[in-house]
């Protein structure tokens, strides 16, 4: 199964909100659920799965291993850990969360995740949060046709081009995550006039937007509205003129980047 083009992202979304959210998302047509061993959400998204009723087979599963558990004593078990959170037998994807912050060596863990593809506990695997020096280390390990996405942060205020143009130069797909910045493309003077033109909301001219450029893109969302909304923004088809506009809108303003965060690009 490819990876579908709109996942629910469910970054900070906790217990009985986090259920609803998936429950929602799932009835509306989502196919791709993301999440992360540090979102401490696993059980919780398992649950609404399970209780969707929805063949298994439907729906495209991502989870992310923690930086905790990325030596090759932990990997494995925290990834089988994750699979009983999540009541599965395999996800779809695995992701590196974030690169080691020079404690293990990339070649270990990547080691490590391929055993765990190798294994049958995901059947694919890929790299989220690198740097282009740190993703071709990875890709020395295992090659770049084992990397199935590198998920990081793209919306209109940090389009990360030297990592989307190094991905695309290995042949490996993106996945945008924060692709709306947190709402502050709904605020946008640009976005916004772009939005009037086509009758549709400044959220959904942004997701169109990473769309059009090739992009999965997994927005996080607890309201039914919203959601359905986004799912609509694979019916939007902007001008070369219009995605030119919006690439004016650069501004490398990066909204995630913790303590553990490498030297960017």
Not at 2 to 25: A, E, W
Not at 192 to 198: C, G, L, S, V, W
């Amino acid at each position: 199964m490819n990876i579908p083009n709109i996942g629910l992202g469910t970054f900070r979304l906790k217990g009985q909100q986090v259920i609803d959210s998936v429950t929602t998302g799932l009835e509306l047509g989502y196919r791709h659920i993301d999440t992360a061993q540090i979102y401490g959400n696993e059980a919780e998204v398992g649950k609404a799965i399970v209780d969707s009723g929805i063949a298994r087979s439907e729906i495209f599963i991502t989870t992310k291993i923690w930086i905790d558990n990325l030596s090759r004593e932990k990997l494995i078990p925290s990834l089988k850990e994750s699979l009983e959170k999540l009541r599965l037998e395999q996800v779809d994807l695995t992701l590196v969360h974030w690169p080691s912050p020079n404690v293990i060596p990339i070649t270990e863990y990547m080691e490590a995740i391929a055993e765990a593809k190798a294994q049958g506990f995901t059947k694919s695997i890929g790299l989220s949060n690198f740097t282009n020096a740190l993703f071709q280390q990875a890709i020395d390990v295992v090659g770049a046709q084992e990397i199935a996405t590198h998920q990081v942060e793209i919306h209109p205020f940090l389009q990360n081009k030297k990592v989307v143009d190094f991905a695309r130069s290995k042949g490996v797909h993106i996945t945008a995550y924060m692709p709306l910045a947190y709402g502050k493309v709904m605020n946008d003077p640009v976005i916004t006039k772009i939005a009037e033109r086509h009758k549709y909301s400044a959220a959904q001219i942004a997701l169109a937007w990473s769309l059009q450029q090739g992009f999965a893109v997994i927005p996080s969302s607890t309201k039914r509205f919203n959601q359905e909304l986004n799912l609509q923004a694979r019916n939007i088809k902007l001008s070369d003129d219009e995605m030119a506009e919006i690439a004016t809108l650069e501004a490398n303003d990066r909204l995630a980047n913790p303590s553990i965060a490498p030297e960017w690009d």
